[in-house]
């Protein structure tokens, strides 16, 4: 079982709806959590860091983490054909370590 | 600025080249990182760097060469390659704080190809 589970799509939905991005993990050390966004041939961006449970919010963007159910989402509200990309999920538990999710790709359709 | 800039954009080398990458950034970070990723994975560590000293390697092979010449400069040196180590290179960095994860910070990445 690999520590980070994340559905690698591709997932397609019309512009303007709510996109919800989702991560699983096993283990229960993991502190911090984090969303990039990687577009085609480019570096990943930074979206969302969380530590511990809880939720934040950045613009159209919402991270939440579950650590009960070792369960970290991503929302995106009002999706726009930029933002199609790949979205990882990424998490650590105290060091430079990150242990990512295989990536999940969104096509926002016009 | 959270800018971390890589040289070159592409390369394209034989079997028998030594080339470099070359990762630069002015934001004050002391964690800086070697990663490479293959299409449709996510990016593997290869090295980290923490106040100048290599204090992450993940099992890379040899002919990748990791070098810190100070805080804001990190190169890569690549000697022997296979057509196997063709991949996105991507240098990222952090504040190098201790403790705590660390939020890294990536570059555009540097497009390999060995023939």
């Known amino acids: 079982q690999k520590e980070v589970e994340q559905d690698p799509g591709p997932l397609s939905v019309p512009e303007g709806a709510i996109v919800s991005l989702n991560c699983t993990y096993s283990?229960?050390?993991?502190?911090?959590f984090m969303w990039y966004r990687q577009y085609s041939r480019k570096g990943p961006e930074l979206l969302m860091y969380?530590?511990s449970s809880g939720n934040k919010e950045d613009g159209r963007f919402t991270a939440q983490v579950d650590k009960s159910s070792k369960y970290i989402s991503l929302f995106i509200r009002d999706s726009q054909p930029s933002d199609s990309a790949t979205y990882l999920c990424a998490m650590a538990y105290s060091n430079y370590q990150l242990i990512w999710g295989a990536g999940t790709k969104l096509i926002i359709k016009p | 600025d959270t800018e971390v800039t890589q040289t070159p954009k592409h390369l394209v080398m034989g079997m028998t080249n030594k080339k470099s990458l070359k990762c630069e950034q002015h934001m004050g970070h002391r964690a800086m990182y070697w990663y490479k990723q293959k299409a449709k994975k996510p990016p593997e560590l290869m090295f980290v760097?923490?106040?100048?000293?290599?204090?992450i390697n993940e099992s890379v092979p040899s002919r990748f060469s990791p070098e810190c010449p100070n805080s804001s400069l990190l190169n890569l040196h690549l000697h022997a390659l296979q057509p196997e180590d063709s991949a996105l290179y991507l240098c990222a960095s952090s504040q190098g704080a201790q403790g705590g994860a660390e939020t890294q910070y990536f570059g555009p990445g540097t497009r390999l190809l060995v023939l």
């Open positions: 760097y923490s106040y100048e000293k290599l204090s």
């Open positions: 969380t530590y």
């Open positions: 283990n229960s050390a993991f502190q911090y």
